[in-house]
């Protein structure tokens, strides 16, 4: 997928997740920011010279650590600046870990979803070389990318028109 279908999946699935749990229009924009950021994270790759394109950033591997890494930065970021934490407490209604690590999650997991539909398919167990793939469309797909992306933004706008 490119960037509008990974952005995409993830506002759908990060809207979902936040109209189950009823959050708060923050933490909507919250947890819908870090997921889209976080979409197109693994596709850094591209511009590396030391990473190969769909390599370990395309891994359940990286999805977990980068995930981690997040919920850490999250942690840190809410629990010992006293004036955010306030703020934070009061709008996410979760641990400051957890309300790091959702959404980053969220967000690596749909890209690494967007990408093994395509034919390319993804090393998802990496450092295992298999490659899995559903294969039903191409990464540059524009009708799929398109449709997902209208379907991520449509529900996005939806939640926060709503809350």
């Known amino acids: 997928m490119n960037f509008l279908g990974h952005v995409g999946l993830a506002l759908l699935v990060a809207s979902g997740m936040s109209a189950a749990l009823q959050l708060s229009l923050l ?7 870090i997921a889209s950021i976080m979409a197109v994270v693994p596709d850094k790759d591209i511009r590396s010279a030391y990473l190969s394109h769909r390599g370990v950033t395309h891994s359940i591997l990286f999805a977990c650590t980068a995930s981690i890494a997040i919920g850490a930065l999250s942690h840190f970021l809410l629990t010992f600046h006293p004036q955010i934490c306030e703020i934070a407490a009061s709008v996410l209604h979760m641990s400051p870990f957890i309300a790091g ?3 980053a999650f969220i ?17 998802l167990f990496w450092p295992s070389k298999k490659r899995f793939s559903l294969g039903l469309f191409g990464s540059k797909n524009a009708a799929v990318n398109i ?12 939640l926060t028109w709503t809350v």
Do not use: N
């Not at 967000?107 to 090393?123: E, N």
């Not at 449709?147 to 939806?158: E, K, P, S, T």
């Open 27 to 33: 933490a909507v924009l919250w947890t819908c920011g």
């Open 101 to 103: 690590f959702t959404p």
């Open 107 to 123: 967000g690596t997991a749909t890209h690494l979803a967007g990408d093994v539909v395509t034919y390319s398919g993804i090393p």
């Open 147 to 158: 449709m997902a992306g209208l379907a991520g933004f449509a529900a996005f706008i939806a």
